[in-house]
């Protein structure tokens, strides 16, 4: 109601401040800096900012009171305020300057939301792996070969399977969805007509909307049983349908939107000068798409690999139930494996509490996949760099 009560006491402010700048701009001989409706926002900033500045003064104060000392706490502030900013408004006043100001200060507010967000995500991560890491030796987990774990005492945390079956279970995927997704996109963009493109890239971009669980379902029933009858068993590669083929598979699949989609856009972009001239020169089709597109579209096509790697990394759904839980190292991709954030979860679930290391690694965990991610990123940024091509 608080809040209520100041949009319409902000609104108000407006209405009055404009009518009152436009009545002096008609009345008097002076030239206005700023047309009447700046002069209105600035009352309206006059007005909301400090009875937004009370409500939450009201709000951490402790205990709270009654609706109406909230909107006390709230509405005084804000008519003092409006009162100032009102009785401000002549034809020297600023009015324009001070209310971008403002606007400037919120939109470095809002584009300092994810940087702080990051570093905030960082920071829980490395206070709560500081205290792992005083409990449980690092040396043991950054280079050991075994994870078990045991709430009982005597665990083995050792990172490196789980690292391995991300890595592998990511690998597969992206051998099936950069391919896929970045030929449909070269189709969609380059060859083929309004027509087919207006079907086929709504078909393509409905796998991004499927839940993950329907995904993990689907590899359970479907796809797992498929490999095992028809490729692992013959081969005497295992007899398990779950395994990394199974999940990287059926992830593959759930990311081909995402390369998809934004390559298709990116290649979009791409201005169509560039293919007149390359046609021009007697370069065909294919040859203006391998020489001329692709490497102009190459920044925006190496962030679509990696958003859809990051998706692939981040996965959990479809490898509990595709690829299993066991944490080993092993190039059999039919074998049953599992990533770092099922172990995540898996070590967070329950009753635990936050003192012991089985339940402390999952911040471990998690910082060191934060670290990786963020190394393939600055790793691709270096590449972009060095082999992308720049056209005026």
Known sequence: MALLALAALGLAAFLFGRQRAARLRAAGTAIFHSVPAYHGALVLLSTVLPGALGLLAWGGAGPH????????????????????????????????????????????????????????????????????????????????????PQFRGGSSLGI?????????????????????????????????SKRTRAWVKPAIEILAGIPTIVYGLFALITVGPLLRDWFAQPLGLGSSSSSVMTAGLVMGIMVIPFVSSLSDDIINAVPQSLRDGSLGLGAT?????????????LPGIVGAILLAASRAIGETMIVVMGAGAAAKLSLNPFEAMTTVTVK???????????????????????LTLFLVTLGLNVLALVIVRKYREQYE
């Open 160 to 192: 490196w399977p789980l690292i391995w079956g991300t890595f592998y279970v990511s690998l597969i995927a992206l051998l099936v969805a950069v391919p896929v997704g970045l030929m449909s996109a070269i189709y969609l963009a380059e060859y083929a």
């Open 344 to 366: 995540i979860v898996s070590q967070l679930t329950g009753d635990t509490e936050f003192a012991s290391p089985e339940t402390l690694v999952a911040f471990a965990l998690g």
């Open 285 to 297: 089709r294919s040859e203006t798409v391998r020489q001329v597109v692709l490497p102009a579209a």
């Open 65 to 148: 009171g009654s609706p109406a000392l909230a909107a006390t706490a709230t509405l005084l502030p804000g008519l003092a305020g409006g009162a100032y900013g009102y009785g401000r408004i002549s034809p020297d006043l600023r009015a324009r300057t001070a209310v971008e100001r403002v606007v400037m200060a919120a939109l470095i507010g809002c584009s300092l939301i994810a940087v702080l967000t990051t570093a905030g995500i960082f920071a829980s991560l490395v206070v709560e792996a500081g205290h792992f890491f005083r409990l449980y030796p690092a040396a043991d987990f950054f280079f050991s070969t075994t994870w078990n």
